[in-house]
Each structure stands twice: as C-alpha cells, then as structure tokens.
C-alpha cells in the first residue's frame, strides 16, 4: 500500500468515525430533550391538580367525593408520602394502604390531566420515561424537602447531560439532582461514567 493509498484510507476511517459521532449526538440529544420533557410534562400536571382542585394529587382528602369512593383520598398533609418508585404489592381492598405516591397518578388520570387508565390497578401504574425507566413524584428525596418529580434507568450521560440542560450540571447541587439509588438523604456529587442514576427535579 502506497502512501496515497494509506492516507485516504485514514480519511475514510476519520470520516465514518465523525459519522458515528455526529449520529451519536443526535441520539443522545434527542433522549435529552424527551427526558426534559417528562420532567417537565409531570412537574406541569402536579402543579395544574394544585392550582385546579388545592391540594397535591395523591394527597387529596375530597376525591372520593368527587369521583366516587372507588378512588382512594389522600391524608390531605400537604405531601406526597411514600416511594415514588414503589414496587411492593398493592391491595385494592385497602386503599388506606396505597401509597400516595401511586395515588398521584389515578388522581391525575381521573382528572384527565395525565393519559392511562383510570380505574383499578392499572391507573396506579407509573408513567415509562424516554430512557425505558419510569416516571414517579413523591415528597423528599435526594436531599429536597419539598415535591419532586424522579426518573429512573438514565445512564451517566443521561443524567449529567440532562442535569446540565437544565440546571448546574452537579448531582448534589441545584434543583436538578441525581443519585445511585431511588431513595438517598443526600444526592451523588458527581455523576460517574458507567454507573445508573436516578433524578429528582424539584417541583
């Protein structure tokens, strides 16, 4: 192989490498501005059930009053207690016992803020993100006292790149945060390459 040969060899092999990049940039931007829109999509649906009805959806004392006593009342304290990513068991027959972290979501489905079902246990059912994981609001977490809004199953770039658009771009800092597990007293400091994050944004 001559000279001439090797150096159009190295152009073509600089140029698909430029490809892949470039379409790269495009895939990971596009998941950014999908994930920004979930967070932005649930932190606008908790906040219209606020303004519309006063109280936090989950939360809410009055809806089995307005929709009948199939939909369970929240304790009307002004938060969203239990884990926004709650996987246990759910018990219809006890809707005392439902977290109001999953009653968020049939209280925003049953008042047509939020799509899905609006009966049963599929209404309970959390909401799927642009990275494959899912979508939950509770009160406190990663270091807020406050509501936030968490998504789960991003990877380093997701998070810190997300955490970068629309906040400081630090996972203990801001009110965009993240962290290695769903529920932490206190955010990561960094986000580290090759591991999976959750993010909370508050409300």
């Not at 629309?166 to 007293?185: H, K, S």
């Not at 206190?186 to 959750?198: F, I, K």
Request: charged letters at 20%; hydrophobic letters at 40%.
């Amino acid at each position: 192989m001559n000279l001439f040969d090797l150096l159009k060899l190295l152009s073509v092999a600089a140029l698909m490498g430029a490809a892949f990049w470039i379409g790269r940039q495009i895939v990971i931007n596009e998941e950014l501005r999908e994930l920004a829109d979930d967070l932005n999509s649930g932190r606008s649906a908790v906040q219209s059930y606020l303004d519309r009805f006063g109280y936090l959806p989950g939360d809410d004392p009055t809806v089995s009053s307005r929709w009948g006593e199939v939909v369970p009342n929240g304790n009307g304290d002004g938060r969203i207690d239990g884990d926004w990513l709650h996987t246990g068991p759910i018990d219809m027959d006890e809707p005392g016992a439902i977290p109001e972290s999953k009653l968020v979501w049939m209280h925003l489905r049953r008042a047509r803020m939020w799509p899905g079902f609006i009966d049963g246990l599929r209404s309970l059912g959390l909401p799927a993100n642009a990275a494959g994981g899912y979508m939950g609001v509770q009160s406190g977490n990663f270091g807020f006292e406050g509501v936030v809004v968490c998504l789960s199953g991003l990877d380093a770039d997701a998070a810190g790149g997300l955490d970068q658009q629309l906040d400081d771009g630090r996972a203990d800092t801001g009110y965009v945060r993240g962290a290695r597990r769903e529920q932490a007293n206190a955010a990561a400091p960094l986000y580290s390459p090759a591991a999976t994050y959750y993010l909370c944004r508050a409300l």
